[in-house]
DNA sequence: TAGGCTCCATTGGTCGTACCATTATGACGG
DNA sequence: CCGTCATAATGGTACGACCAATGGAGCCTA
């Protein structure tokens, strides 16, 4: 005959899930705070009357979900994370690269999102951040005129420049999308930035659009965003084909 | 033949981490295909030169990426997953959950998230695809006007209807995007449609957005569209203050 | 006393082994 | 031909041991 059937099976597959799971709600209730220290992993062993491998895996996955953070030594063990945006977007990416998406998509996704945040950064954002958010783009803009610009820290600016202009919309959804959609193009191959030319026109545009901003101009703004991701596209058309040189974007360009 | 993949042993600090980013970039860079199976964890100990903890542990996480899934038993092991938007969208749930975010937050995000949508469908969707969607959305006005409507099919309906939408787009990050909202929502706890009055209304409304859609007017959807949406917040007020019954919404409706 | 040094307890990280639970497969027998 | 059972493969769990890093207590020296 066939088994007997089991009652409660406690085994609920396997036991590092469930105990992961009980460690999560308590962090999501908030019955475990940011910063607070989790027992020991040979404490957890005995509370939770199980092995210390099946712990293991647990905290692992919780730190997989940014949700603790792991220290060794003494006074070391599981610490409960903070919540960043910064922490969440790993999924995003982890899309991004496996599908091999089309660079267009990407774009054009980009450039629906910095429309959408033009007006909110606009209407919400303080007079400091504006001013901020201009100061950058000229910072990015001296960097770039460099003769050799030091690429990492230009990706930083061009990164924290992006980030502020999202948080001044005051919607975390836009900020978060906004860090993941970074770590998908930095991830993404396409170094459009080794063009001198695309790097000049790029941060030229930035000011110009952080100056409409500052000025509260939506239309100028999104003039600016146009042309930028205009000149994108144009780019990898060029890519794709031939390599002629960039056409007279400047006499369609926004005025100024 | 058959594929060989060389892992490289460790020596790092964090075995676990560099074993799962050797075979993560294996899965990304097409070296092992959805489908495939990693060899068992006995064997990988083995190549990696490592024990078999480290091993589980970069399995499982793996698997908290939705990269593998992992079955027991003869035959059992490391199954590389097929990539769907349906498995990547847990991050941002997750990110909804521990921030109390406001429903005015995740409202304002799906507003813009479906202005943005609605040219790119009409312009890009297919026929069929509007006569589906329009369909959709009968069956969806259908259901609501029952005496007692299956919540549970209801949801689901829902959910494919934006889906559908999101499809229309032809970019798969809308899809992505929409997806995760999708369970943000579901995880957010304000179930409206628990009210009959807003459930026709929405019912109604979504047929009217997918008729403009597919009848190829942009203007008109948008306008439905921002009805919904301004529906929805003033209920959220409502639900906030006291217990009034929705104004006359549809004085100023959208013309049909 | 101040500053540094050493030792040591704590804790995560790794390793190895043994055993259990589940599952596919093939051998066996009716 | 079909069901049944043994078997091997494989993940899941447990236990025990040791290593490596870390921070602090206590000691030593100038």
């Known amino acids: 005959m066939k088994r007997t059937i089991q009652f409660a099976p406690v085994n609920l597959g396997r036991a590092g899930e469930e ?27 005995v509370h939770f009357n199980t092995s210390r491998g099946v712990i293991r895996e647990a905290l692992q996955a919780l730190k997989q979900k940014s949700l603790i953070e792991i220290k060794k030594g003494a006074k070391g063990g599981a610490f ?54 201009l100061s950058k783009a000229k910072d990015l803009e001296r960097l770039f005129l460099q003769q050799e610009p030091d690429m990492e820290q230009l990706a930083e600016l061009d990164r924290e420049l992006n980030l502020k202009f999202a948080q001044m ?8 999308i906004m860090h993941a959609l970074q770590i998908g193009f930095s991830s993404s191959d396409f170094n459009l930035y080794n063009r001198a030319d695309y790097r000049n026109k790029t941060a030229e545009n930035w000011r110009h659009t952080a100056q409409a901003i500052a000025e ?41």
């Open 80 to 133: 409960v994370r903070e919540v960043e945006v910064a922490t969440v977007g790993e999924s995003l990416a982890l899309f991004i690269k496996r599908q091999p998406m089309s660079p267009y998509h990407l774009i054009e996704f980009r450039e629906s999102l910095d429309r959408t945040i033009t007006p909110l950064a606009i209407t919400r954002g303080s007079a400091a951040e504006k001013e901020e958010l």
């Open 169 to 176: 919309a005051r919607n975390p959804i836009f900020e978060w």
């Open 19 to 45: 105990v992961a799971l009980q460690i999560e709600a308590a962090i999501i209730e908030r019955q475990l705070e940011p910063g607070d220290r989790l027992p020991s992993e040979r404490e957890l062993q």
């Open 216 to 256: 509260g101009e939506p239309l100028k703004a999104l003039s600016h965003i146009s042309y930028h991701y205009a000149m994108l596209l144009q780019l990898l058309e060029l890519e794709a084909g031939d390599g002629v040189e960039i056409q007279e974007w400047t006499a369609k360009s926004a005025s100024e």
